[in-house]
């Protein structure tokens, strides 16, 4: 034991209060102390790439629910976890980034390793700088971290260290170490009255569940304001809302059903939802009410009339108790659902191979099913049931560090995920691979490969074909099956809905990669066929 040691042992203990049971460890020697003390405490995964470490430490903080700890050495390889902090702060995710440091007298004076780490991420997160090591600061250390973790969402916490970095015994200073005083945060209820009174007197209005990973009694919360005012409930994939609308998307491409279910009143929950043909019909509301528990509001338009921040299920509840309607649009849209799931149901039960039928076979098998943003989310949005568990990273909607997110929700939770994502998102995250391999956890990562970036193929842009391909498909050409090789990953490739449901129904023991070629072209078709076929059997609205 040396001091060293001791200094970092009080941070592990403060990180361990604030509900800490994670810590993802990239290697590093000046990071040396904090790696020890972390694996003594936490139960902890060890990630090479600090790219990938940040995004794993993300996806174990959305599906477990707890802040979760990522450790990297000095110099470049904290400036890594970028944009995993970039998207953290975006849902109010609690990712505690701990960045070691070379000592102020190795600043500014051509040190290797080292360059000004005092707010790496500016303005994204919180920060703290700890200081180097001293006796008589060992409360202070623990003060100091006790008060940034109420940050909210991600924070940096920058910690110098002078020799020794390694467990050499040394004689310890007499010093107060005992756990920092405990934030509690009162958080009041916002008063519903006026907005409880104002809903009641617009009965045409929807609830929208947007992404949201907390898993609580918010669907039971959603489910009695929508029966206090008649509202429909839009519920997006990852809401965790099962009972609601599923398939708004495709409803409200039917002109005379839009003008029919148009509302009155909306009340948002959660982030951003997938579909922006929803999206804009939703703007058309006289009222929008905000509810707002972490990250931004969801208010791109300024349409809100009022925004209450809270504890959603509370906040839904107090609503409930206080507003009352006998709004059509419940009925309406229930009608409206059941016709476009029979549509569906009828038209994949004879679909050809493509992105449609691969998305709606991944939510179906999936207990925890992790999605990429682009087409991969649109399409298990619009075309899926609500059935297990589904997470994005949707804060701003990149396609990077998908893998390594859902590695991290494998360890977090002891789920077997499904990964759902594109060909340029798993070439993003190849490290994500590496990770999951090297800490042998049960992944099964299913690409569709459609050679190059298909949302494009649904864009204007796509109408222009002597630059299409070049600046916008961007096609590769390469053969995935080297990338599970290099992890020793099983690989299997999948043509046809019989071999991707036998594959998907089998648990998987480690990491697999199941690839899924389709046509960028044949696609666009596809959807569009989807869409038709809905259309038709809603009919006219009553």
Known sequence: MNFNLLWAGALADELALSGVRHAVICPGSRSGPLALALAGRFRAHTVVDERSAAFFALGAAKASGRPVAVLSTSGTAGAHFYPALLEAEATGVPVIAITADRPPELHGWGAPQQLDQHRLFGTHAGFAELGPPDPRGVPHLRATIARALQHGGPVHLNAPFREPLAPVPEPLPEV??????????????????????????????????????????????????????????????????????????????????????????????????????????????????????RGEPIDPAHRATAILEGDAPAICRALAAQARAQGPLGGLFDLAERRARGALETAFADAPWGEPLIAREAALAAELLYVSSSMPVRDVDAL???????????????????????????????????????????????????????????????????????????????????????????????????????????????????????????????????????????????????????????????
Do not use: M
């Not at 609580?216 to 919360?221: R, S």
């Not at 990149?398 to 995920?417: E, H, K, M, N, Y």
């Not at 594109?422 to 190849?430: K, P, T, W």
């Open 384 to 542: 899926a049931p609500r059935r297990g568990r589904v997470l994005a990273n949707r804060g701003l909607n990149g396609i990077d560090g998908i893998v390594s997110s859902a590695a991290g929700a494998a360890a977090a939770t002891g789920a077997r995920p499904i990964v759902l994502l594109g060909d340029l998102a798993l070439l993003h995250d190849l490290g994500g691979l590496v990770s999951a391999a090297r800490l042998r956890l049960p992944l099964t990562v299913l690409c569709v490969n459609n050679d190059g970036g298909g949302i494009f193929q649904f864009l204007p842009i796509a109408r222009h074909a002597d630059r299409f391909e070049e600046l916008f498909a961007t096609p590769h050409g390469l053969d995935l099956e080297g990338a599970a090789r290099l992890c020793r990953a099983e690989f299997l490739r999948v043509s046809d809905g019989r071999q991707l449901r036998a594959a998907l129904q089998r648990p998987a023991s480690g990491l697999r990669l199941l690839e899924a070629h389709t046509d960028r072209a044949a696609n666009v078709e596809q959807h569009r066929a989807l869409q038709a076929a809905v259309i038709a059997a809603l009919g006219d609205p009553p």
């Open 176 to 293: 107060r170490d005992e756990p920092a005083a405990r934030h509690f945060k009162a958080r009041g209820q916002p008063d519903v009255r006026e907005v409880s009174a104002d809903l009641s007197q617009r009965p045409r209005g929807v609830i929208v569940c947007g992404p949201r990973d907390a898993q609580d009694d918010l669907p039971a919360a959603v489910h009695e304001l929508s029966r206090a005012l008649g509202y429909a409930v839009i519920a997006d994939a990852a809401s965790g809302v099962a009972e609601g609308v599923a398939h708004a998307d495709l409803i409200l491409r039917h002109e005379r059903w839009a003008q029919a279910l148009r509302p009155q009143a909306v009340v948002r929950v959660g982030g951003g939802i997938s579909s922006k043909v929803a999206q804009s019909w939703l703007e058309q509301a006289g009222r929008t009410i905000v509810v707002h528990e």
